[in-house]
Nanobody, 118 residues
């Protein structure tokens, strides 16, 4: 099993920045890809960004050029969010998978709330 714990969310004004962190523990050797999802009230969950063990990256069009995903050797995951917009307001979830970054994710964190005020 893999445990994921997110931190770093909060309230920020539009144009500001936040850095989310996901601490991974447990059977981290089994993890291939990791990603950040978000879900706003009344909306479906969406993949924001993901990264494979080989370094392949994916970003949703809505965050390209503003968000940067990274991970360290300990499998911890980060999301640097700049130029935040009110529409970025959502619960952000860290996820990890033993499979490919394009498939289903096996493990999920509890989420961290990001609120961007206008």
């Amino acid at each position: 099993q893999v445990q994921l714990v997110e931190s770093g969310g909060g309230l920020v004004q539009a144009g500001g920045s936040l850095r989310l962190t996901c601490a991974a523990s447990g059977s981290i050797f089994s993890i291939n890809a990791m990603g950040w999802y978000r879900q706003a009230p009344g909306k479906e969950r969406e993949l924001v960004a993901s990264i494979s063990s080989g370094g392949s990256l994916y970003y949703a069009d809505s965050v390209k050029g503003r968000f940067t995903i990274s991970r360290d050797n300990a499998k911890n995951l980060y999301l640097q969010m700049n130029s935040l917009k009110p529409e970025d307001t959502a619960m952000y979830y860290c996820a990890a998978t033993r499979g490919t970054m394009w498939g289903e994710y096996d493990y999920w964190g509890q989420g961290t709330q990001v609120t961007v005020s206008s």
